[in-house]
DNA sequence: TCTGGGGTCCTAGGACCC
DNA sequence: TCTGGGGTCCTAGGACCC
């Protein structure tokens, strides 16, 4: 058996940690740029506010209902994350624990008598609960996919779960399955939802008494054949060991507001391109493809949002991981791209074909230098850790940014810096 | 008169996830 | 005035090899 544990409202929940007097009181938390909601807790779900939606559509009840509102604090929701996983680790065993995402991990239970899945999935939520303060739901079922179906039946009736769903056998299986639609199962987005129901297959249930041949003619493939089998309580994928190195690496962010000089892409993109190329010295690996892209809004009625995403891409001669590099081969990509009198919302880059800085391979045609500006690259990294980001950085992304993305409700990043400790009298 | 079959690698694009 | 920022996996098709 498996079980997924799955934090409540992440981000609502770790800014609750630091600040009880939110306790019952409805949050959400805003993304970069201060323009989507991306977490809401249920006190705000109950007055009707929809993830995902753009702030200022919300904004009306948000005021009349005195909603706690921050912008999206990544330093302290990763600082948060690494105790509840760290938690899991200490209770479960390092090797049964897999990372999924921020606010999510799988843990294998195959050690745990059946009958006490259920005892042992409240020990670990209520551990988590008193050790970090974030609120956990656990679904415990034979495969992945079920554990997901299993954990948003727990997370939507609380009260008579208490946050923990164990679906010991076929009958509790087919109950589950058959109470979750197929929009609602782990692996069906909207594409595959629609070809669904055009067959006339509504719930999960349905989905899994289809024969397999005609998922891996309808759902992707494979990936179709492993879906059904997954509900069918047929494991397909295990306990994985966490991807310690990323295979592609993207930074981009919306502007504050829109753009309309080829000067401050420029800057946004070097500046993209320092922090991509932080991370991927981070993992010890160098990039050989950089992709460069722009977003426009080009339309006749400026409000209506139709973003065009343009881009381009260039082969370094010999991967590389040293900014300044990565920057003189990419930059030229944004004068390639750019059109005057476009408005731009939003840049990125995308690092594809990640090389292991310790089997790089060399170009034939260039003279075979080594990474060799190492040394600098890992006193800037130095510095911008122990200082602050961008202490020191390239001239090319720029001084004055007034490009830079909006964040005007963040809350103090309580645990990763020291000036901003929570202080308690 | 007539031109194979089997394989690998790479890339773009589509689908999905949180 | 106003709509996030990351990732993964799979497949088809083209280029190339023997």
Redesign the pocket.
Known sequence: MKAIVDCNSFYCSCEKVFKPELNNKPIVVL???D??I?SLNDDAKALGVKM?G?Y?QAKPVIEKYNVAVFSSNYNLYGDMSQRVMQTLKMLTGEENVEV?????CFINLDHIPAAELCKFALHLKKTVEEWTGVAVSIGVAPTKVLC?VANRLSKKNKKETKGVMVLHNEQEIKHALQKTAVTD?????????LKLQSNNINTAWELRNTNEEWGRKNL????GVRLIKELCGDPCGEIKEP?KV?????????FG??VTELKYIKEAVAT?ISRAAE?LRRQSCSVK?VHVFVVTNDYAD??K?NPQTRGS?V?LPVATSVTNNIIRYALPLVDKLFCEGSRY??A?VIFS?LEPDDCIQSNLFSAAVKNTRHSLMETLDNINFSMRDDAVKFVSSGLTRNWK?RQELRSGRFTSRWEELKEVR
């Not at 999924?100 to 999510?104: A, G, K, T």
């Not at 992707?220 to 990936?223: F, H, K, L, M």
């Not at 990323?246 to 919306?254: E, S, V």
């Open positions: 993304s970069n740029n323009g989507c991306i995902t753009p200022y999924y995402s921020v606010d999510e997901k199962i782990w692996g069906v987005g909207t594409r595959y939802a992707g493939g494979i990936v991807l990323k295979k592609m690496i993207t930074t981009t962010r919306m507001k829109p993209y991370k493809t400026v409000y949002y891409r082969i919302l939003k990125g074909v993305m």
